[in-house]
């Protein structure tokens, strides 16, 4: 997915592209905040999950804070997949959903090595297509 801002209600509907888990987990590394956007729908603004909460609606004791989450955008966080281990880095607000053999090692490595010590082992140093493991230090 390119071209779309990273949104917390976009975890709502992506899915990974190999082999569909849902949803995926986000590691937000940086924000930007939009206060003056307001609600201007009907809440909930997602249908089954809410990713600025991290729990599926049905699992919410309360209405969900549509008001609160619209105000933020992801600038900088990574996208992950439990199933497969995949990883899909989210640079400048946008999500970088590629598959595999359109992706840049040296791109990944770069993002991973800038925020290796805010993001999980699991990912830095086993997540696929790239990593740092001992084979890439």
């Known amino acids: 997915m390119l071209g779309e801002l990273m949104k917390y209600r976009l975890l709502d509907i992506l899915a990974c592209p190999y082999d569909k888990e849902f949803p995926l987990k986000l590691f937000v590394l940086e924000r930007k905040e939009y206060p003056k956007r307001v609600l201007d729908r009907k809440k909930p603004l997602c249908e089954l999950y809410c990713?600025?909460?991290?729990?599926?609606?049905?699992?919410?004791?309360?209405?969900?804070?549509?008001?609160?989450?619209?105000?933020?955008?992801?600038?900088?966080?990574?996208?992950?997949?439990?199933?497969?281990?995949?990883w899909y880095p989210i640079v400048e607000e946008i999500p970088q959903?590629?598959?595999?053999?359109?992706?840049?090692?040296?791109?990944?490595?770069?993002?991973?090595?800038?925020?290796?010590?805010?993001?999980?082992?699991?990912?830095?140093?086993?997540?696929?297509?790239?990593?740092?493991?001992?084979?890439?230090?």
């Open 51 to 86: 990713a600025y909460l991290s729990k599926f609606l049905r699992e919410l004791e309360s209405e969900p804070p549509c008001e609160e989450c619209i105000k933020w955008e992801v600038s900088e966080g990574v996208l992950y997949c439990g199933k497969c281990s995949r």
């Open 97 to 137: 959903m590629l598959p595999d053999k359109y992706r840049k090692e040296k791109d990944d490595l770069g993002f991973l090595k800038k925020y290796r010590d805010r993001l999980p082992e699991y990912i830095v140093k086993r997540g696929k297509p790239f990593n740092l493991g001992e084979m890439n230090q």
